[in-house]
């Protein structure tokens, strides 16, 4: 198979596929800019950080890549409860980069080689291959597309523009036409990222000092705890990048906009690419220039800012939250006027970029595409935003890639089971208007979703395809048996006026569960076992209310809509619904529930019909 | 096909009056329930008399009651079927309590959708059954619409829209810790919490308002024998309804008829008269008046005012006790001087002669008042709610009673965002689904996001 791009979705799906044994070629524009972070350098995040634990759980690379290279960690929202918990780290851009590249190269049944895509080759209705920049044609039984920002990619700096898909580099122009040719629809995004500044030119006394966690919490479930372990993973005698996960640590510095820079702002609106029409894609609501922030908040004295350093070797400097579109000269008298930047040396301008995209709505949700066969989809292509997000769709595509190839059903998770599940069934029922970002919010069984059951949420997933290997499957399963002991025996085991689980309900806190004096036994078992136990037993009501209504929900989901089935055609079914089920073509009588203006008397006809056909089409998922 | 989990109930035959209202339970818990509800188990296929009383014992019909155990069932599923009086209230009332006791509304065609996915019907069957059931499923929908479009529509705007705001000013400090939000202020959220449990107790409170909208308000006329029941009953309608005459005990079943008053709409019942020292076969009578007098919404108690007002029985007067009664003073014709009736204490009298229709315009004027009263305080508008409306209504409460509790307790935020979510769903029933999306684009335009 075919992988078309080495960003944070592509690499994903190289490496899956080529790790459950597909012959595999990676093709890049430019391989020293694989896996390049080309907006902030931090991974994880709020549901970021869940995402990527689940990548891990899937056999990704994304968790450990950020663990070695990560300059600094921090659990946010340690306050809340665990299922809103989320690990976040810094990493060291060019160590980031560089050992993706290095794992890639390693990577048996892989082969990476850089090239521009410039066509793809279709044959009746499927792809079978692409041509490339330099006149060498590949051929593979599917193709994935992971070209994040590059189609038809158009930089702005105030009236300044550049084609590219990121700063420095190209733009992918012929490839557009190609996916129009095949009927494939693409509409315009837009995103922005904002300067960077050399470190010896800033003022750090005058800003607050952000340290990372003294005990960080790492993305890679297996032998992260210890550094003994951690190397036996990394095989050290032939992995020369990365360091000791939480070692050394480096801080970020947080400063705030002033009143004067609100008026630089303010007196140069119409300069910006953003306010002067020049940009035609649609930016996300979550991240908005300062521009937005003074008009749209125009109350709010001061807006706050991060200095995050872009790695260990480097002194540059990201300013998190001045995103603009502003011309050059603005914005370094922007960038003068904040506390501590006052002598600031601009590395690189803020820019804003537009580029195409490919609305998801065409996508099963295996991301292989509904109007080309063998073609998938992964990352920004399909509108969405942020490493983590493409890294999931990437790995996600890259597995049902190889599964199409060899006539496997594809890996689908469901909404409840995580949020690449969330992130997959949004993006190709509901599409999207903005570039699309994970929130906790967006997963309706969030509760289920804490970071450190990733692994046990989608074990059933990972041993279906392949995705482990036997040992850490192995470990999986002891673990999921010890939880589910313990959680058993707290709910049946008497202590003092009760059982031991209601006793944990009771009182309140980390430091009251101590007081309990738990068995020793327990006390034995590692602390994500332990962990999981009382989240759990704690969150037992909860949990058992989320259970109860995904057993409610899945009743529906696991109906499969045959994908020849004619909506227009169904006697009994309005018009209206009609039209919209033809469009969407749902997969599943559940995601069709998900479509607006779907209603319940539609699903019941839908069901009915369904049910006829099964003496020949129908079939569970 | 998986096998449905959860039990539906819903009314078989047409809503409105008819001579029977039937109603059918499908689902695998049916067998218990009709063991909760009529004792042991009964046989299937056999149609049995029974008493239908609510969970807190009241007695609500005397209805026939007819066992299936599937998959010899209209829907293949263990099913009972319950026929009542034909009474819409009652019947709304029995659904009702099958909905407090674990059933769900059944969605509509969802008895001919499960009869199909257990092969009780063929697929042209079905479709001719689920095409009528759309026909009238749109209807419903257009009416539902119509009225979400009014009053009901307004306050379920205002009310999803204040929740989306107290969501998205809980949900901010979960997705955004790192953001320079202003500190949390539980209080406020609190605060809104107990308005809309305020509001959504208003709008729960027009359910039954909305029953004597379109049932009609029930006004039952008691009184001793001969008091001129009968006599107000045909003068309030216009015609002879009911049979007058001089002798005592004259009526003897009841006598329904429905007639405007005002802007309301009534349903009146004449009954037989109330016997202070009763012969055994009268008893049976002054039973069956007593259960109507549970039913009532409000008593037309008629005294003859020529004759000294018989002592009210104590069983009568305790279930008088808070119904709202009119006391009728009737026969004043026939006086000269002042009345010898001892009327009770507290309650508003008319003075009238069916005979005469003198005071008339009275007794009209005291009806309507009454039934004002009936209308719940909502503002000027008029709003009323259905079964299925109170029901998610009710979740809603709760949801929003446990939301609270949260707030004060200082409980974990995800935890009140669950609760949170529940309402949001209870909401969404009524007005239509709610995304995600609109919480967010609240979250947003309260919040300046972003790095
Ligand atoms: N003069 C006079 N006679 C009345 C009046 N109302 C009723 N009557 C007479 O009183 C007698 C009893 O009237 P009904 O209306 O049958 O009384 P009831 O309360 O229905 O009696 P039962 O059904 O037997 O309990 C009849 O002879 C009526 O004509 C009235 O306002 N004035
Ligand atoms: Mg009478």
Redesign the interface.
């Known amino acids: 198979m075919i992988v078309c791009g080495a960003g944070h979705a592509g690499v994903e799906a190289a490496l899956a596929a080529a790790r459950m044994g597909a012959s595999t070629l990676l093709l890049t524009g430019n391989i020293d800019t694989i896996a390049q972070m080309s907006c902030n350098p931090a991974i994880g995040g709020q549901a970021k950080g869940q995402m990527v634990r689940e990548i891990d759980a899937l056999g990704g690379e994304m968790a450990i890549n950020t663990d070695v290279t990560g300059i600094q960690f921090r659990l946010l929202n340690e306050s809340k409860g665990p299922a809103v918990q989320s690990p976040r780290a810094q990493c060291d851009k060019k160590a980031y980069q560089f050992r993706l590249k290095h794992t890639l190269e390693l990577q048996a049944n892989l082969q990476i080689f850089q090239a521009t895509v410039t066509r793809l080759i279709y044959q009746s209705g499927r792809v079978i291959g692409c041509q490339t920049n330099l006149d060498i044609d590949f051929h593979g039984k599917t193709v994935v597309v992971t070209t994040g920002t590059f189609l038809r990619g158009l930089m702005h700096i105030g009236q300044n523009k550049n084609e590219g898909g990121r700063l420095g580099d190209f733009s992918a122009r012929t490839l557009s036409a190609s996916f129009l040719e095949a009927g494939i629809e693409l509409q315009r995004l837009k995103t922005g990222t904002p300067p960077r500044l050399l470190g010896r030119s800033l003022d750090f006394s005058r800003m607050d000092e952000q340290k990372g966690d003294v005990a960080p919490t790492l993305f890679a479930f297996h032998d992260t705890r210890s550094k003994d372990d951690l190397f036996h993973v990394e095989q050290s005698s032939e992995r020369r990048i990365g360091w000791v996960p939480g070692e050394n640590q480096v801080s970020c510095w947080v400063t705030y906009t002033t009143p004067q820079t609100a008026e630089i702002v303010r007196a140069n609106l119409h300069k910006s690419a953003m306010y002067s029409g020049e940009i035609e894609g649609i930016g996300p609501r979550y991240c908005p220039s300062i521009e937005d922030k003074f008009v749209r908040f125009a109350d709010k004295p001061r807006h706050m800012l991060f200095l995050e350093p872009e790695g260990r070797s480097t002194n540059e400097y990201y300013v998190n939250g001045l995103s603009t579109s502003l011309p050059f000269d603005v914005q370094l008298e922007m960038v003068h006027s904040i506390p501590g930047l006052e002598q600031a040396v601009l590395l690189r301008p803020a820019y804003a970029v537009e580029y195409d995209f490919a609305p998801p709505t065409q996508l099963f949700p295996s991301l292989e595409s509904k109007k080309v066969e063998n073609l998938f989809f992964a990352g920004q292509i399909n509108g969405s935003s942020g490493y983590e997000e493409a890294a999931s769709q990437g790995l996600v595509a890259g597995v049902n890639a190889v599964n199409k190839a060899r006539g496997v059903a594809p890996l689908i998770i469901q909404r409840h089971e995580g949020y690449i599940g969330v992130l997959i069934d949004d993006l190709v029922t509901k599409g999207t208007r903005e570039p699309y970002r994970m929130f906790t919010s967006r997963a309706e069984h969030r509760l289920l979703f804490n970071h450190g059951s990733a692994e046990l949420r989608l074990l059933a997933h990972a041993k279906n395809h392949n995705l482990l290997d036997n040992n850490r499957l192995k470990l999986i399963e002891t673990k999921k048996e010890r939880v589910e002991h313990w959680v058993k025996w707290l709910e049946q085991s008497s202590t003092i006026g009760g059982t031991w689980a209601t006793a944990i309900r009771r009182v309140t806190g980390q430091e009251g569960v101590g007081s309990l004096a738990l068995p020793n036994e327990f006390l034995r078992e590692p602390s994500t076992v332990r962990d999981e136990v009382m989240y759990r037993v704690r969150y037992a009501g909860y949990l058992d209310r989320e259970h109860r209504h995904i057993v409610k929900l899945s009743e529906v989901e696991k109906i499969k809509i045959p994908p020849n089935l004619d909506f227009l055609s169904i006697r009994g079914l309005r018009r209206e619904s009609a039209l919209k089920l033809a469009e969407f073509k749902p997969y599943t009588l559940g995601q069709a529930s998900r479509i607006s203006g779907v209603n319940p008397s539609d699903i019941s006809v839908l069901m009915i019909m369904i049910e006829a056909g099964r003496g020949g089409t129908g079939q569970k998922v | ?2 096998r ?3 039990t539906i109930a819903a009314l078989a035959t047409p809503a409105g009056t008819a001579a029977l209202a039937v109603i059918r339970v499908s689902g695998p818990d049916t067998p218990q329930l009709a063991r909760d509800l009529f004792g042991n188990a009964p046989p299937p296929r056999v149609m049995r008399h029974a008493d239908y009383r609510e969970c807190d014992g009241a007695l609500l019909d005397d209805v026939l009651v007819t066992f299936f155990a599937g998959p010899h069932s209209y829907s293949g599923e263990d099913s009972l079927e319950i026929s009542g009086h034909g009474n819409p209230f009652i019947a709304q009332k029995i659904l009702e309590d099958l909905y407090a006791r674990g059933c769900r509304p059944a ?4 008895f001919t ?1 499960r009869a ?2 257990n092969g009780r019907m063929d ?1 042209s069957q ?2 001719a059954v ?2 009528l ?2 026909a009238r ?2 209807r419903a ?1 257009a009416a539902a619409n119509q009225q979400l479009r009014g009053a009901l529509g307004r306050r379920m705007t205002v009310l999803v829209d204040t929740l989306l705001g107290v969501l998205a000013r809980v ?1 901010a400090y ?7 939000l202003p500190a949390e202020d539980r209080e406020s959220v609190a605060q809104t919490l107990q308005r809309l449990a305020v509001e959504t107790d208003r709008l729960l409170a027009t359910s039954h308002y909305g029953e004597l909208l379109r049932d009609g308000i029930k006004t039952v006329i008691i009184g001793a024998p001969n008091a001129g029941k009968s006599s107000l009953l045909n003068r309030l309608v216009g015609h002879e309804r009911a049979i007058v005459s001089a002798e005592p005990g004259t009526t003897r079943d009841f006598i329904e008829e429905r007639l405007i008053v005002g802007a309301h709409a009534l349903r009146l019942i004449d009954t037989a008269g109330l016997n202070p020292a009763p012969a055994t076969l009268e008893k049976l009578g002054i039973e069956k008046t007593f259960e109507r007098i549970a039913e009532a919404d409000l008593l037309l108690l008629v005294l003859d005012a020529t004759q000294p007002a018989p002592p009210l029985s104590p069983p009568l007067l305790a279930r008088i006790g808070n119904k709202t009664t009119l006391v009728v003073l009737n026969k004043t014709d026939l006086l000269s001087g002042s009345s010898p009736t001892k009327t009770p204490a507290g309650l508003k009298v008319v003075r009238v002669s069916a005979l005469t229709g003198a005071g008339w315009e009275d007794l009209t004027a005291a009806i309507t008042e009454q039934a004002d009263a009936f209308q719940p305080e909502i503002g000027d508008e008029l709003v009323a709610i259905n079964a299925r409306h109170a029901q998610a209504l009710a979740r809603a409460r709760e949801g929003l009673g446990s939301a609270r509790n949260k707030v004060t307790a200082n409980e ?4 009140l ?2 609760d949170l ?1 529940g309402v949001l769903e209870a909401f969404g029933e009524i007005s239509g ?1 709610i ?2 999306e609109r ?3 609240q979250l ?1 335009a309260t919040f ?4």
Do not use: W, Y
């Not at chain 2, 969605?107 to 969802?110: A, D, M, Q, S």
């Not at chain 2, 300046?448 to 790095?451: P, R």
């Open positions: 096909m998986p449905p989990t959860d969605e509509p065609g969802e959708q199909f996915l697929l079905a479709e689920m095409d059931i759309h499923s749109e929908l949900e979960i997705d955004f810790p790192e953001e320079d974990p935020v995800e935890l965002a669950s979510r689904k995304d995600n919480m967010l684009d947003f300046c996001i972003g790095k």
